[in-house]
């Protein structure tokens, strides 16, 4: 099993930034792709970016590309998220993934609880 605990998530007024992070433990020995998304209630999840372990090939959903920049240590097992000009909409809860499956980059295995961002206007 495989455990990702988020961090960094708080209030922000528009316009401004904010990083987050992901630390995952357990049984990390293989890991492939890790990823955030982020979910507003009462909706489907939404792939925002993902970056795989060997290379680091990153790929991002067009509404925050240039926007938000997702790296990894692979050496703490760790993802993040930085993201800048920040919007109303972003408001949401935002979570990690994690596969060790090799399905490809949009495909995930392991969740995190979510740490809620929340962008005032």
């Known amino acids: 099993q495989v455990q990702l605990i988020e961090s960094g998530g708080g209030l922000v007024q528009a316009g401004g930034s904010l990083n987050l992070s992901c630390a995952a433990s357990?049984?990390?020995?293989?890991?492939?792709?890790m990823g955030w998304f982020r979910r507003l209630p009462g909706k489907e999840r939404e792939f925002l970016a993902g970056i795989t372990w060997s290379g680091g090939y990153t790929v991002y959903e067009d509404s925050v590309k240039g926007r938000f920049t997702i790296s990894s240590d692979n050496a703490k097992n760790a993802v993040y998220l930085q993201m800048d000009s920040l919007k109303p909409e972003d408001t949401a809860i935002y979570v990690c993934a994690l596969s060790n499956t090799g399905r490809g980059i949009y495909n995930y295995d392991f969740w995190g609880p979510g740490t809620q961002v929340t962008v005032s206007s």
């Open positions: 357990g049984h990390t020995s293989t890991i492939y792709v």
